[in-house]
């Protein structure tokens, strides 16, 4: 079997992943990007960029597509049933992104591929990384090229099926395989699990009336709600859901460009969404005229016990995962993205110590200690409001930011750390 080499694999090509390859093909490095899907997502969950990773994609030339296609806001508002308890403003932290851009991920991941290309790579879609093999000098990864074969007669449907097997050499891999990492589990790294999992409801739609152009979080005692607005007239609603049973397990991005379903089926997700909307946020007056895409989704917020080890090391939701609310968990993904193959390229380039990594890793982990609030987080001052106060635990995990911008966004709220 012919084996391939490179200077680094990476595993997954969401927007983590395909950023990492970016940088690093822009650095001159060797890298090949392998996923196990046939192309870049057609809907997914994720829909948000922070101030911060605004500043990232900036020095790397790529602000400019984001901007075009992306909707700015600068406002998250709280809401608890009908009173509108809170108001964070973005704008306060001043630089030259003083906002959040909402773009789908897909549309997203489209122009980080383009991008890829224009560095002279491609990303092998339907290959599925399997195993991997440390060796003195690098891994070798065991990799599956996959195909789809038609089954059936009467009614035919596709399955996946191992077309040839490779193995792939490489320097260093880079495990960017999201909530379910393979990469993770093959490395037998846990995770250590701070809350969850909490199980939420997201629906798109076009409303009967236009909307007002800012995030609106509802927190209500038991649950976490957010209504985005999105591109063009569209939002999007995401309900956390009390009762789980029959809810699967995290889903995979949707990748098919439209959701056919029957009219009858549409109208009754259609009424759920309206009486769920009026019973958690009765100024919901927007009303529903057409669902144009749901999904079930599990989060929990937790972070890997190890980064990586030797040549292997993971980045974004192969890492840790929060809510769905701040989007934190693919954000500062895209910050350990940036960071990581910048030390790889001193690495392999330069000849630093493979003990930069750890380096690293010390650092994410000490971010991510206090994102989660296991060490150093958010509580509330002497200037927090009564409701504040009750919701405190619920609240940074809502906040589009990470690093120095959270708390002090959250210091808006009157929390500190």
């Not at 927190?219 to 809810?247: H, I, M, Y």
């Not at 769920?276 to 057409?290: C, D, L, T």
Request: hydrophobic share 40%; with cysteine; glycine share 8%.
């Amino acid at each position: 079997m012919r084996e391939e080499r490179t200077e680094v694999l990476v595993v997954g090509a969401g927007p983590v992943g395909l950023l990492t390859a970016i940088v690093l093909a822009e650095a001159g490095i060797k890298v090949e990007i392998i996923d196990r899907e046939a192309r870049t997502s057609a809907r997914s969950y994720a829909c948000a960029l922070h101030p911060r990773t605004l500043k990232l994609l900036a020095g790397l030339g790529l602000a400019a597509p984001v901007l075009e296609r992306g909707r700015r806001t600068d406002t998250v508002a709280f809401y608890d049933g009908p009173s509108r308890q809170a108001v964070v403003k973005l704008s306060e932290l001043g630089g030259e992104f003083p906002f959040m851009v909402i773009l789908p991920q897909n549309v997203f991941e489209d122009l980080l591929e383009q991008r890829l290309r224009q560095a002279g790579v491609a990303v092998n879609w339907s290959h599925r990384f399997d195993d991997l093999h440390s060796e003195p000098d690098g891994v070798v990864a065991d990799v599956e090229e996959l195909s789809a074969t038609g089954t059936g007669y009467i009614v035919p449907h596709w399955e996946t099926v191992v077309k040839r097997r490779i193995p792939v050499r490489t320097q260093f891999l880079v495990g960017a395989d999201g909530h379910g990492s393979l990469v993770r589990r093959r490395l037998g790294i846990e995770n250590s699990r701070v809350t969850g999992p909490a199980f939420f409801a997201a629906y798109e739609f076009e409303p009967e009336m236009p909307t007002e152009d800012e995030v609106r979080v509802v927190l209500d005692e038991s649950t976490t709600n957010v209504l985005w607005p999105l591109l063009g007239t569209k939002c999007r609603w995401t309900f956390q859901v009390v009762k789980a049973e029959g809810l699967s397990e995290f889903p995979e991005k949707e990748r098919r460009q439209v959701r056919f379903t029957e009219k009858a089926v549409d109208a009754r997700i259609r009424q759920y969404v309206e009486k769920v909307a009026k019973q958690r946020a009765p100024w919901f007056a927007w009303g529903v005229k057409e669902i144009t895409w749901c999904s079930e989704v599990v989060f929990q917020q937790r972070v890997a016990k190890q980064f990586g080890r030797d040549r292997c090391w993971l980045a974004g939701d192969a890492a840790h995962q929060t809510g769905p609310v701040g989007v934190q968990s693919m954000n500062v993904g895209m910050a350990e993205a940036v960071t990581l193959a910048g030390a790889l390229r001193r690495i392999l380039r330069d000849r630093a110590p493979s003990s930069l990594l750890e380096t690293c890793e010390r650092e994410w982990q000490d971010e991510w200690q206090r994102l989660l609030g296991v060490a150093g987080g958010l509580m509330p001052g002497k200037e927090a409001s009564a409701w504040v106060r009750k919701r405190w635990d619920r609240i940074p995990a809502c906040l589009p930011a990470s690093h120095e911008d959270l708390p002090r966004l959250a210091g808006q709220l009157g929390m500190q750390i």
